[in-house]
């Protein structure tokens, strides 16, 4: 059900035409505003230390993206734009966040890091295949792609953890 | 006087032979420290393994746009601060090492002492 849910941020990315660079921007700040939502629900519901110590990861990294992502949408002029991928995005992130909130204990752990590993491969898929080849601006390009790197070393963690959650 | 010009030459051959001795029984030339960068960028530490001697240094900066530390690994015998982007850490390396990023777990690296 989650991992179905993540996977959805590339489908809907993939079937709309092409993402104007204050679309990109928006869809950037939004994907790592959501995994920084999943990390707060992960710091509320467990009291297993590798899944805090791994909330507490996401949520400094991904803020730090923002940060970044923001300043340079500042200097640039640009005015984050909302969009149907960002709306689908968010819309898909209640849901995951809903069913996370309903479990608990090791169930709750499983649940999360699950949907961590399903939720990078997503957002790897949608930042490498449709994000960076719609966006114009080389400074915005080259922002998403020294995300990518990023992206795949927290999959690896969350795959790394997901071994002791079967 | 021929005495004692003998005299002299037998002085300066002594002294000539007690600094052949010395030279030649005196300490190794002593070697000096190096110094090594280990960059960290693209989630990796760069070059991931690392000869060195033991009392070179090594010097890790992170040009990463995340923060990351450097962190031994087995037992975390020692472990950086955490380092923002543009921030080093220096450290003189006695043995060898297998460390990581605590924060990154899958970001690892390794110091050999020959």
């Known amino acids: 059900m989650l991992s179905m849910l993540a996977f959805s941020v590339f489908a809907i990315a993939q079937d709309k035409p092409k993402l104007s660079d204050p679309e990109v921007a928006f869809v950037a700040v939004t994907a790592n505003q959501i995994d920084i939502d999943f990390a707060g629900v ?3 519901k467990s009291k297993d230390a590798n899944v805090i110590e791994f909330a507490n990861t996401m949520e400094r990294d991904h803020k730090a993206v923002i940060d970044q992502a923001v300043a340079l949408a500042k200097k640039l002029g640009v005015t984050p734009q909302n969009n149907a991928v ?9 849901k995951t966040k809903k069913s996370l909130r309903a479990k608990s204990g090791k169930a709750f752990n499983k649940a999360y890091i699950d949907n961590e590993v399903a939720y990078h491969k997503a957002v790897i898929a949608a930042v490498e295949n449709v994000l960076i080849p719609d966006t114009d601006n080389s400074e915005l390009k080259q922002l998403l792609q020294n995300v990518v790197p990023a992206l795949k070393a927290h999959l690896m963690h969350a795959e790394m953890l997901q071994k002791n959650y079967k | 006087m021929e005495n004692r010009f ?7 051959a002594v002294s ?17 420290p190096k110094s090594y960068t280990v960059e960290i960028k693209a989630m990796q530490f760069q070059p991931a393994e690392l000869s060195l001697q033991k009392g070179d240094t090594v010097r890790f900066v992170n040009q990463d746009m995340l923060v990351h530390n450097v962190t031994e690994e087995k037992t975390k015998a020692w472990s950086s601060q955490s380092l923002a982007t543009g921030d080093s850490y ?3 390396v006695n043995e060898s090492s297998d460390y990581y990023c605590s924060l990154h777990p899958v970001m690892k690296g390794k110091l050999v002492v020959k």
């Open chain 2, 16 to 32: 000539v032979f007690v600094f052949v001795l010395i030279s030649c029984s005196g300490p190794k030339e002593k070697i000096i």
């Open chain 1, 86 to 94: 960002s709306k689908g995005m968010l819309a898909d992130a209640e």
């Open chain 2, 6 to 12: 003998a005299q002299t030459v037998h002085v300066f």
């Open chain 1, 42 to 44: 992960a710091k509320q």
């Open chain 2, 90 to 92: 220096k450290m003189v």
